[in-house]
């Protein structure tokens, strides 16, 4: 049930919307990794972890022939289908709720997959209150991202592109060797850093991961900062 509202000022916007109780709602990372997104016109687009819809909506904007768009929301097709009719775009855009790629036609090809999986450890996620239900993207939060990019595999066309937000509040090191492993090249698009909340810095969390290497976060002035970053992903050989 749509129960609040969100106006999104990035890519293609500004737009109204609606927002469910168990909507993940546009962030930092959504309108940097839409800044970055390139879709040529014509292309068949796999939005994995869609939320609210919103880059779907873009990427529908910029040209895409069709978006499906997957989100493990249990109302994400009422909330994606409303706000893709909201903008003009729905004709364009086909909502599933599920994991991954487990609910999309087994014979889908994609020119583009947008993978804005959830990818914090599992106790970063439950004490920052980011994400409408319990749990991010692993002990590690490079575990989701992770299974996400072996299972994109299957679905990316041969000289596909997959466009990933990673960043210092997870094992990046583990998501770009795995990028590697699967696809070839791994390109940075886009960088921001992003200052943690206070409360959440000082966090037992915080400490632990950090102290075991598995989350970074350097100073400006006073403040902890984290550094967010959205790399570009394809079988091409030779990236780096």
């Not at 990035?10 to 309108?31: Q, V, Y």
């Not at 839409?34 to 919103?54: M, N, Q, T, Y």
């Amino acid at each position: 049930m749509v129960a609040a509202s969100f106006k999104w000022k990035g890519r293609e916007g500004p737009m109204e919307l609606r927002i469910s109780g168990t909507t993940f709602r546009p962030s930092t990372i959504s309108s940097l990794l839409a800044k970055a997104l390139r879709i040529d016109p014509g292309d068949v687009v796999v939005d994995v972890g869609c939320g609210s819809g919103i880059l779907a909506i873009v990427a529908a904007k910029l040209g895409a022939a069709h978006v499906h768009a997957v989100d493990v929301s249990p109302d994400v097709v009422e909330v994606g289908t409303a706000n893709a009719t909201d903008h003009g775009v729905a004709e364009r855009i086909t909502f599933y709720q599920g994991s991954f790629f487990s609910p999309l036609p087994p014979d889908l090809e994609a020119d583009v997959i947008i993978g804005d999986v959830s990818g914090i450890p599992d106790r970063l996620a439950d004490e920052s209150g980011w994400f409408p239900t319990k749990g991010g993207g692993g002990p590690r939060g490079s575990e989701v991202p992770i299974k996400m990019l072996e299972e994109a595999r299957r679905v990316l066309k041969p000289m596909g592109r997959l466009f990933l937000p990673t960043g210092t509040l997870q094992d990046e090191a583990a998501i770009l060797s795995a990028a590697r492993a699967a696809f070839g090249k791994v390109k940075k698009l886009a960088e921001q850093v992003i200052p943690l909340p206070g409360g959440l810095a000082g966090s037992a969390a915080v400490r632990d991961l950090e102290s075991q290497g598995v989350i970074s976060l350097t100073t400006r002035g006073s403040r902890f900062v984290w550094t967010a970053r959205v790399w570009e992903i394809g079988p091409s050989p030779g990236g780096a």
